[in-house]
């Protein structure tokens, strides 16, 4: 819970002086925080030539294919890899696979993938390992929104003929398997509403469920948990704190164990504050003897159009130095140069 608690102490704050939006026009537009923008005067044609002569060339030119990876949006990347094969008759993804190797082929592969198709991809290796792993199936279906986990759902049975659903069932077990077929249901509440009454009630409703009991009733806390929006358990959280003398999240650690608290964790961190969540993944993946490669690689590749701007912040926020300081000192090479590029300006 140490970790937790670093978390945890690093990010509270008042959540709705936030603001997200910016006026375009008279009409609000949410802000970007996406360190990967739309190439401007984009050329799919040009683009796929210049990948032909890169892959083509004596040596392989590295830098040429990060250029374009990393400068070009996914939008942009699909219609570079349309072109590419119409023009070759090769699709870009088998040519780069020859031409690169290691992390740097993972992190290519990867950003020619639509977001779905990533998504389904680190699902589907998450649960085909010999062990599933948890952290990544919690990580996906917790910071993904309803409309993202229905195309997630739709590509994974496009790709691998068969039901999300039933994978999580065959994989995994107990109240585990429950929290993730509830947010698999995508019926979160995504509004930035608070309805300050409900947060009273599911606070009462919360801590008679976990402290009030012998026996914690794990499925109440799945159903608040899974569906209410972040603004919304943040002010629940609040209350909680003014009607027990044990944070909502130390009631959790005492408990829970295993996979079933780890997950339920996560999405408080998440409500908190989801910036800081990955943050800490990102950390955690390089701290220590060793880097954890996929962790960057599914959590820069994923979150570059989405968030990965506030990531870099709440990094330096939370651990006194910057994200690319840190890839600097435990990655190399082309990688490091991709990594770097994904992450945008120092």
């Keep these: 819970m140490s970790v937790f608690k670093k978390f945890f102490n690093s990010i509270i704050k008042d959540r709705d002086n936030e603001d997200d939006t910016i006026k375009v026009k008279g009409k609000p537009k949410p802000k970007y925080y996406g360190t990967v923008t739309p190439y401007p005067n984009f050329n799919a044609s040009s683009d796929a030539s210049v990948l032909q002569s890169a892959i083509a060339s004596k040596g392989v030119d590295e830098d040429v294919i ?25 699709k870009l993804e ?10 740097l082929e993972d992190i290519s592969l990867a950003l020619l993938m ?7 991809y680190l699902i589907r290796k998450a649960t085909k390992r010999l062990g599933t792993d948890e952290d ?12 993202e986990i229905r195309e997630l759902k739709r590509i994974f049975k496009e790709e691998y003929k068969t039901d999300l659903e039933d994978v999580i069932r065959s994989e995994t077990n107990g109240d585990f398997t429950s929290a993730l077929l509830a947010m698999l249901k995508a019926n979160k509440d995504e509004s930035n509403e608070v309805n300050m009454d409900l ?3 599911d606070a009462e409703t919360l801590f008679e ?27 629940t959280f609040q209350h909680y ?29 998440c409500a908190w504050n989801t910036p800081a969540f990955f943050a800490e993944k990102l950390h955690r993946a390089m701290e220590g003897h060793g880097t954890c490669d996929s962790t960057l690689i599914r959590v820069l ?46």
Excluded: W
């Design 66 to 90: 990060i250029a374009v990876m990393v400068q070009r949006n996914n939008e942009q990347r699909q219609k570079i890899k349309v072109v590419y094969e119409a023009s070759t008759g090769k």
């Design 241 to 269: 704190a003014s009607i027990s003398d044990v944070k909502l999240p130390k009631v959790l650690d005492m408990k829970l164990s295993g996979d079933i608290e780890d997950c339920l964790l996560d999405i408080v961190k």
């Design 114 to 120: 639509t977001p779905a198709q990533f998504d389904a």
């Design 301 to 346: 590749v994923s979150r570059s159009e989405v968030d990965l701007k506030k990531i870099v912040e709440e990094y330096r926020a939370m651990y006194d130095r910057s994200l690319q300081e840190h890839i600097l000192e435990e990655t190399k090479g082309h990688y490091e140069k991709i990594l770097l590029g994904l992450c945008g300006p120092h």
């Design 199 to 201: 947060a009273r009630k």
């Design 136 to 147: 990544v199936l919690v990580e996906v279906l917790a910071t993904r929104s309803n409309a």
């Design 209 to 235: 469920a976990g402290e009030n009991t012998s026996r914690i009733n794990v499925s109440t806390f799945i159903d608040i948990l899974t569906t209410r929006n972040g603004k919304q358990l943040s002010k």
């Design 94 to 103: 088998k040519a780069l696979k020859s031409a690169l190797h290691s992390d």
